[in-house]
């Protein structure tokens, strides 16, 4: 038989595959982050992160959706 060949690895611990590729930093005042805590604990989100990610899709769903009908009423 042949001989066996060995894949070095890379150094360090394998990185995550993690479906978020981009980090964002943000400066918010106390008051917001106590807010998002308050909305992360009462829509069961673990983690902070997780509540600004929720809540910017949100933001954003919206926004579009007011833009679609915005474009519709113009056309009408």
């Known amino acids: 038989m042949g001989k066996k060949v060995e894949i070095k690895r890379g150094r360090g611990r394998p990185r995550k595959e993690q479906p978020f590729n981009t ?15 308050e909305w ?4 069961g989100v673990e983690s902070r992160s997780a509540a600004a990610r929720a809540l910017i899709e949100e933001g ?8 679609a009908g915005a474009k519709r ?4």
Do not use: Q
């Open 23 to 37: 980090v964002l930093p943000v400066m918010v005042s106390d008051n917001i982050v106590e807010r998002l805590d």
């Open 40 to 43: 992360a604990k009462e829509i």
């Open 60 to 67: 954003l769903d919206r926004v579009e959706k007011r833009a």
């Open 73 to 76: 009423s113009k056309t009408k």
